[in-house]
Every structure is written in C-alpha cells, then in structure tokens.
C-alpha cells in the first residue's frame, strides 16, 4: 500500500473521511478479491460460528467478516506493516485492529445501506476508530457506491441516535435531505473516515456482485464494559 500523503491526516480531520483512489495494487486487489469469491462459497445464512450477522440479508448483502485467523494471507494484510503505517497517521499512534470484513451486494437486488455511524452499532460509550473501506469492483452510481457526509472531527466527534430499521435490517442515524460526497472510485481505491462520520451507500442494480473490504483500527483498545472483554479484537500491532 501506498503511504500517506503529508496533508491527509489533516484533511481527515477537517471533514471526517479522505478519498486516496488506487492505493491498492493489482496484486493486492486480486488477492482480496480471491478471498471474498472464496468466502462466497459459504452458505449466505452461515457467519462464522453459525450466526447470521444482524444486517445482512443474504444474497442482496453479505458480511464475510473476521475470517484473519484463518486466512494467514488476510492475516498479512489486515496485521501487516504496510496497513500499520497506513492507519498510523489517521490515528495519531499505533493502531489496535478491531474489525475486519467482506460486504458483497448481490447482482441486480443488492441492498442499499442507511446513513449510519459506525460507532452507532458499538452501543457503548468508546474512542472513536478509523474505517477503511477498500473498493474491489470499480464503483459507481448503479453499484453501491458509498457517500459520506463531511464532519469536522476537530470541533464534533458525537455519535447521534440511531433507530432500528426492521426492514432494511440497518440502523439509521440521519434522514435529512443532504445526499452526501459520492465515492465513485476504481476497484483497489480506499475511502477512509471515522467511526462518527455519517456514511451509506447505495443499492446495486447491476448484473455483477459489488466487492469492498473494510478493516476497522482504533487507537486504544475498544473494551466492552459488561464483559471487561475486546468488543471484536484488540491487539496491537
């Protein structure tokens, strides 16, 4: 991966996301890529342990998600050197990783996705992280490209109240009229914002899956205070 610009970190905090187009190279994109399809195999109502993940819905939207351990090449992706010093400037310091997943939008009924934060779904009170959203298919209007809403993470990093949406199977956390900072970017692209940067994306209404990887890191561990245990992971790099 490519390093960061000077400049970024402070925009990151200006507005809340940076979008840095093609930082993956052909061989990574190819790699995640592989992964996934891999991982589609997979029965869609089957997450690892046997638990459907409580937003997806099955073919339409897939979470392939905390499979690192058993993948030694994501491992190396995810807990290499040249994702730590990536992360490491929008942090401010070594980064934790928290969370790591596939999200697939079906061909021609892949679900759209509310505006959310993502430190929406944690339910407790924590530090806010950094999400990295890799694009493996080039992304466009029709496919489920992902739009943000600039937040200058300088002066506002709250979370909002989000409810639930049964039927889209999503919190949602704005529903004003702002259509947010559209994304469309080549396949191996990153958008990188914060876990308080309200986000969404939209339905894919194409003939071929939508691919993205996001791997999630967070300056300090994200401890869950009913069980003293990681939310998801927490181990530094």
């Not at 199977?169 to 469309?184: M, Q, R």
């Amino acid at each position: 991966m490519r390093t960061v610009p000077p400049d970024t970190r402070q925009r990151y905090l200006d507005v809340g996301y940076v979008i840095l187009p093609e930082l993956l190279d052909s061989d990574e994109v190819l790699h995640l890529r592989t992964t996934c399809d891999h991982l589609l195999i997979e029965p869609p109502d089957d997450d690892k342990g046997g638990k459907a993940h409580d937003i997806g819905r099955g073919e339409d939207r897939r979470f392939l998600r905390h499979r690192h351990a058993d993948l030694p090449h994501l491992a190396e992706f995810v807990l290499g050197e040249s994702m730590k010093n990536f992360v490491t400037p929008f942090l401010g310091g070594p980064p934790f990783p928290f969370n790591e997943q596939f999200i697939v939008k079906g061909p021609k009924t892949g679900a759209s996705f509310a505006w959310h934060q993502d430190s929406g779904y944690v339910m407790f009170e924590h530090t806010p992280y950094v999400t990295v959203w890799l694009a493996l298919d080039d992304t466009t209007v029709d496919n489920g490209a992902v739009y943000v809403l600039p937040r200058n993470l300088n002066e506002d990093t709250s979370v909002v109240t989000h409810h639930w949406d049964q039927d889209g199977k999503v919190l949602i956390g704005y529903e004003g009229t702002d259509p947010g900072v559209p994304a469309f970017v080549p396949a191996g692209s990153a958008v990188v914002f914060s876990s308080v940067t309200l986000h969404r994306s939209s339905p894919n209404i194409t003939d071929q899956p939508r691919r993205a990887f996001i791997a999630q890191y967070s300056s300090v561990p994200i401890i869950d205070p009913e069980t003293g245990q990681p939310k998801i992971f927490a181990t530094a790099l």
